[in-house]
């Protein structure tokens, strides 16, 4: 894109619309980014996922989905069989958190049958059939908005209820494949974004005081993945002895209004005591995105993350939702699909950074 | 986990100690019954020899539904089906106590047929009755269907198949829209 040294913005991509959960609006969305209700429930009368073979699997996915399809559970549904679906197809539902990394991971073909109803435009509300449990319904919203996905998914719950007998001991309550999700079935999590936690040292506490709180710390793919771009997913790990209405109330009402003012504390001192460090770190970030010609997944989003703490600083003069949205556009399959080809992890890298360019130029 | 003597699933799992030494059999059903498994636990030749024994047997029960024994869940951490909760009932209560602290008992939701009523208050308890009734009618279609294709009455089948591909097509018009990809919409 240079020509004897002078910087020419590539062409637009087409334009990819981010999930609402990403837009950057509700309750304390500078810090919140979504808020997200799940639900485990299995059928009665076919065997859990591990004791499941092709012929139990076919028929859980024929009951679930039935139900599902007739339930109006929104104006909308879309209904994917994902063991026919391609590899780029899952990889794009997976990063959109539509689906688990586990779900997209089966095997293709009719042995293991398996798949996901999710609503649309929106993308509020998806049901995956046939993951560890039988049913995993989810909903997910922008900014701090915890009752308001548990109302959806207990909604949606009721519904699929009224046709399909779940797996329920009155000891026990909803009777899931892996223990830890036993009883009310319901985890509750949000994605935070905690720049200035990081920058000032504190994001260890946090850590340490969730931990004690008996709450997962998780990076933005859920399990089993690492904290980028100061994102981490903070959920109830205990389902067992607590009504849903509890769990909610010592989330929603208690340590996540803690967290949020800790991280906007945090972003207050270092703009008036160390507002040096924040205006490197926002101006730096902005000039590896708009200047750099090869990027990973990993670096992008750290750079968007000082990106959007320089912007909600109003050091850098950005639109939220654009960086927001940034952050699922460098993922490699959504990459791929803007760039409309399969590509290596070096072609990524190149692309990555042009696509990158291309949208902060036109924000 | 494969019996010892044949291809069959292991259901019973003995684990006898003899002086301290473990000794583990994996059979099914059948030749546990053959070998007449944990009801005569004494070797033969070490009770010959007059030598002293000191002997214990457990037969680890297997969930009668989805043959999971209680080592299989400590090794994968899954259980197999909804009666597992209820055959390793004693063994699980602890475990999940010290994993929910110490929450031992569900005091959440329960399922609407539970309660004899809709489940929340807020959802409609006149489409939750609707559906209700609807899946009934596919179930009951999907019995007689099974009923019809066993006994060999293909016309009969055939109308019952007809009848279910209407209900659910009906089903999927109210809720099915055409794939991302289909309406060239892009992620």
């Known amino acids: 894109m240079t020509r004897g040294g002078y910087y020419e913005p590539p062409k637009q991509p087409p334009s990819e619309p981010p999930p609402e959960w990403l837009k950057g609006e509700g309750e304390a969305s500078d810090v919140v980014l979504s808020s997200r209700a799940r639900l485990a429930r299995n059928l009665a009368a076919v065997p859990f996922g591990s004791k499941s073979g092709p012929k139990e699997r076919a028929r859980s996915l024929e009951m679930c989905r039935d139900q599902i399809l007739m339930a109006s559970l929104s104006e909308r549904i879309v209904w994917e069989d994902l063991h026919e679906a391609t590899p780029m197809k899952r990889a794009l539902l997976v990063e959109r958190h539509l689906i688990s990394k586990q779900l997209s991971k089966g095997r293709a073909g009719n042995d293991d049958p398996r798949g996901v109803a999710y609503s649309v435009p929106d993308e509020r509300l998806s049901i995956m059939v046939n993951e560890e449990d039988h049913l995993r319904i989810q909903a997910i919203r922008s900014g701090l908005a915890l009752a308001a996905a548990y109302r959806e998914v207990d909604r949606a719950d009721d519904l699929i209820e009224a046709g399909i007998d779940y797996a329920f001991n009155r000891r026990f309550g909803y009777l899931t494949a892996c223990p830890t999700n036993v009883g009310t079935g319901v985890r509750m999590s949000v994605m935070l974004h905690l720049p200035a936690l990081r920058l000032t040292g504190d994001i260890e506490k946090v850590k340490r005081a969730a931990d004690g709180l008996c709450l997962a710390v998780r990076g933005f793919y859920g399990e089993g993945s690492e904290a980028v771009g100061d994102l981490y997913q903070l959920s109830n790990q205990t389902t067992l002895g607590k009504k849903e209405g509890e769990i909610l109330a010592q989330l929603d009402g208690d340590i996540l209004p803690r967290i949020v003012e800790y991280e906007r504390v945090a972003r207050r001192e270092l703009l008036t005591k160390r507002r040096a460090l924040l205006e490197d770190q926002a101006c730096r970030a902005w000039g590896l995105l708009t200047n750099a010609r090869l990027l990973t997944t990993e670096e992008a989003m750290q750079m968007l993350s000082m990106a959007r703490l320089g912007a909600l600083s109003d050091i850098l003069p950005m639109d939220v939702k654009t960086i927001n949205g940034l952050f699922l556009l460098v993922q490699p399959a959504h990459l791929q699909r803007a760039m409309n080809k399969d590509m290596d992890q070096e072609q990524r890298r190149q692309a990555r950074a042009t696509y990158v360019r291309a949208k902060l130029a036109r924000a | ?187």
Do not use: W
């Open chain 2, 1 to 187: 986990m494969k019996c010892d003597r044949c291809d069959k699933i292991a259901t019973v799992h003995e684990l006898t100690q003899v002086n301290g030494v473990k000794i583990e059999r994996h059979l099914c059903e059948q030749c546990a019954k053959d070998t007449g498994i944990a009801s005569t636990g004494v070797p033969a030749a070490a009770s010959l020899l007059g030598m002293s024994v000191n002997i214990t047997t457990t037969r680890v029960a297997a969930c009668p539904s989805c043959k999971t024994t209680f080592g299989e869940f400590k090794q994968h951490g899954l259980l197999g089906c909804a009666d597992c909760y209820r055959v390793f009932e004693n063994q699980l209560a602890p475990l999940l106590a010290r994993a929910h602290q110490g929450g031992d008992r569900h005091r959440g939701k329960a399922p609407r047929r539970m309660l004899g009523e809709a489940t929340s208050p807020e959802t409609e308890p006149s489409l939750v009755a609707e559906l209700a009734e609807r899946a009934k009618r596919l179930a009951a279609l999907r019995n007689e269907l099974d009923g019809a294709v066993k006994s060999e009455q293909y016309e009969r089948a055939a109308r019952l198949r007809d009848e279910l591909k209407r209900l659910s097509s009906q089903a999927q018009r109210q809720g099915h829209e055409p794939r991302m990809d289909d309406e060239g919409r892009g992620e």
